[in-house]
């Protein structure tokens, strides 16, 4: 694979050609599979705007991470399974991941590390000496510390994605999960993402939290 980290990105890069200067031309039908993946109509947040802002993230905060190429790998595969009807996502997203690296030239120890990545973005609850799931999880949840109209946005588009559920029903289980992440002592892990998120996500979430309960 080569280093991301010591040649640097283009960040206005066509997704499947920044792809494939992460992870070699020999895997560039990855590449393609998964944008596919990211561009389904039914996706609304989860799409490639929102893997893209990610993958920007990670090249932002990888002077943190211990492999940065491997949450790199791990963002491109994060959301690669996304049914707004299921529960399991995150893991089915990791087993995607194995299989679709399975005939790569990664290491199975790095393979292993993507997916526990992946699977880490179910909680986003990195332990405090897990600087790749921190580096992995800030970046997933940098949506969070947006200004109040993107996150407005944001917010609207998650809805969009749960069409399907009634709006009472879709109220309570979302203040339920923002309760959730205002309960969190961190929502942010690295000194960076703190720094720039934690205040802003804080404020946005509790905006939104009394808008459900209104």
């Known amino acids: 694979m080569p280093d991301g980290t010591e040649r640097g990105w283009d960040a ?24 596919a993946r990211y561009a389904e109509p039914h996706r609304r947040h989860h799409d490639l705007a929102h893997l893209t802002s990610v993958l920007d993230l990670v090249d932002e905060l990888a002077a943190h991470a211990g492999d940065p190429d491997a949450v790199r790998v791990a963002a491109w595969f994060h959301d690669a399974v996304y049914d ?7 893991v089915r997203s990791a087993r995607l991941a194995e299989r679709m690296l399975a005939d790569t ?9 993507v997916a526990r990545l992946v699977e880490l973005t179910e909680t986003h609850a990195p332990d405090d000496d897990d600087r790749n799931g921190q580096v992995l999880c800030d970046a997933d949840l940098a949506i969070l510390g947006a200004d109040p109209e993107r996150y407005a946005v944001y917010a609207a588009a998650v809805r969009d994605e749960y069409a399907f559920v009634p ?9 339920e999960i923002l309760g959730g992440l205002l309960d969190l002592p961190n929502l942010f892990h690295t000194p960076e993402g703190h720094a720039r998120f934690e205040a ?9 939290l ?4 209104v």
């Not at 997704?15 to 393609?32: K, S, Y």
């Not at 707004?84 to 995150?90: I, K, L, V, Y």
């Not at 030239?105 to 590390?113: I, Q």
């Not at 709006?167 to 203040?175: K, L, M, Q, S």
């Open 167 to 175: 709006e009472e029903i879709f109220r309570t289980g979302r203040a």
């Open 105 to 113: 030239d990664l290491g199975p120890a790095r393979v292993a590390e």
């Open 200 to 208: 802003a996500a804080r404020r946005n979430l509790t905006t939104e």
């Open 210 to 213: 009394m808008l459900l309960n």
């Open 84 to 90: 707004p009807q299921r529960a399991d996502n995150e």
């Open 12 to 35: 206005a890069m066509d997704p499947v050609d920044r792809w494939v200067a992460l992870a070699g031309p020999a895997t560039r039908h990855i590449g393609e599979a998964l944008a």
